[in-house]
T-cell receptor
Framework: GQQLNQSPQSMFIQEGEDVSMNCTSSSIFNTWLWYKQDPGEGPVLLIALYKAGELTSNGRLTAQFGITRKDSFLNISASIPSDVGIYFCAGSTGNQFYFGTGTSLTVIP | EPEVTQTPSHQVTQMGQEVILRCVPISNHLYFYWYRQILGQKVEFLVSFYNNEISEKSEIFDDQFSVERPDGSNFTLKIRSTKLEDSAMYFC???????????FGEGSWLTVV
């Protein structure tokens, strides 16, 4: 299957700091999605991106669809303790979504 | 807000037994999926389903797996003869279109002993 490289693997940050994570692929994707997953629960959609170059915000979250269509970025501004969790990117070529390996975020109060 | 619902939330089964995981996708969605996540690992695609047939499947989805839409609302994943390595969280998902956002259920945690 497709390989999506997501980095960093884990982050430990102080409350109030900004966070950046990204996903890269060797293939071109038509859609990028970002999900957050809490332990024992299903992934919850954060942001969906459908066009190269698209920049979309959802509250303190901002994500961008890379211009090459092979990458995407997620930024979280002014982190709070409830941002803790695992963040997954997912890219689609049109038939299915491939998931990244996840970024585990820990926010220290 | 409409959501994907899955049952059971947790099932423990003996190796070799058959298991059926059930899902009710969002009502106006046309594309249905099963994904699995082994503890601590990433979400992996199993199968997509559209118009009452499988549209794509991964190498994980071998002959032991099957999917069915027995009526207008349910979508099921059957594992014919479970193995220890089938222990994972299984997520059902649905979307309006394969390029559109897919929405996940809460998952069914399967433990094979």
């Amino acid at each position: 299957g497709q390989q999506l490289n997501q980095s960093p693997q884990s982050m430990f940050i102080q409350e109030g700091e900004d966070v950046s994570m990204n996903c890269t692929s060797s293939s071109i994707f038509n859609t990028w999605l970002w999900y957050k997953q809490d332990p024992g629960e299903g992934p919850v959609l954060l942001i969906a991106l459908y066009k190269a170059g698209e920049l979309t915000s959802n509250g303190r979250l901002t994500a961008q669809f890379g211009i090459t269509r092979k990458d995407s970025f997620l930024n979280i501004s002014a982190s709070i303790p409830s941002d803790v969790g695992i963040y997954f990117c997912a890219g689609s070529t049109g038939n299915q979504f491939y998931f990244g390996t996840g970024t585990s975020l820990t926010v220290i109060p | 807000e409409p959501e994907v619902t899955q049952t059971p939330s947790h099932q423990v089964t003996q190796m070799g037994q058959e298991v059926i995981l059930r899902c009710v996708p969002i009502s106006n969605h046309l594309y249905f999926y099963w994904y699995r996540q082994i503890l601590g690992q990433k979400v992996e695609f199993l199968v997509s389903f559209y118009n009452n047939e499988i549209s794509e499947k991964s190498e994980i989805f071998d002959d032991q797996f099957s999917v069915e839409r027995p009526d207008g609302s349910n979508f099921t994943l059957k594992i014919r003869s479970t193995k220890l390595e089938d222990s994972a969280m299984y997520f059902c998902a649905s979307s309006v279109h394969p390029r559109n956002t897919i929405y996940f259920g809460e998952g069914s945690w399967l433990t094979v002993v």
